[in-house]
């Protein structure tokens, strides 16, 4: 229950947001609803690794989460609202279990996304506006290091409170698993953005024209 409580409090948090001046620029609006579909579909395709250290990583395998590659085109906020729905279409609708559902978008949805965004905000701050540098840390560092951290945080709350659901008591098994779905993640992420970012700018929210181009 208390999945369901926390999940549904940071959504409405989310709407709240959205709804107080952070809402999606009009060009967004239209593909979120196809992004929600794509990812919901992308939550159920999974290559499962043959490691049984692997198997319990919150039930899921070799796959795409999208949280950070939201967070780059929607903002946080946002990127926080549908990733809720994206749980709900992905989750809740093929296993019909709202506590699985709330889990998923607590610690592979929200944790992540959240991670993602303090990532792109050192690289909006430190980092030259160059292209390229878009590419590289709004598209593979966040996602990579957003998954990567997400992992070590779970990891630890296992070890720390002995829930052994969560996961493998093997740190090296864990450890290894973890590289190859953060490295996934930020490739995939990564290739994502610069596509978007050469074909249709516009549905890059953390994109400026005018500081991008002129660099």
């Known amino acids: 229950m208390a999945w369901i ?19 999606l620029p ?20 999974r290559a499962h690794l043959r490691n049984g250290n692997l198997d319990h990583f919150i039930d899921l395998s070799f796959h795409f989460f999208g ?19 994206v749980a709900l279409s992905g989750i809740f ?28 905000k050192a690289v909006d701050k430190f980092l030259p506006k160059h292209l ?32 052994q659901s969560f996961g493998t008591s093997d740190p090296l098994g864990w450890f290894l698993g973890l590289l190859i779905l953060s490295f996934m993640e930020g490739s995939l992420s990564g290739m994502l953005l610069a596509i978007m970012l050469v074909y249709r700018p516009h549905w890059v929210n953390t994109y400026r024209e005018q500081e991008y181009m002129n660099a």
């Open 5 to 23: 409580l926390i999940a549904s409090a940071i959504f409405l948090l989310g709407v709240y947001k959205t709804r107080q001046g952070r809402h």
């Open 67 to 85: 949280a950070s590659l939201l967070v780059a085109m929607f903002g946080f906020w946002s990127a926080i609202t549908l990733l809720f729905m």
């Open 93 to 120: 609708v093929f296993s019909g279990d709202l506590v699985e559902a709330t889990r998923h978008y607590l610690l592979v949805s929200v944790m992540p996304a959240s991670f993602a965004l303090l990532v792109i």
């Open 26 to 45: 009009a060009q967004l609006r239209n593909i979120s609803i196809g992004c929600v579909a794509l990812l919901a579909l992308a939550w159920n395709l």
């Open 132 to 163: 390229f540098i878009l590419i590289l840390g709004n598209g593979y560092l966040a996602a990579f290091l957003s998954t990567f951290a997400t992992g070590i945080v779970i990891y630890l709350v296992q070890q720390i409170f002995g829930i």
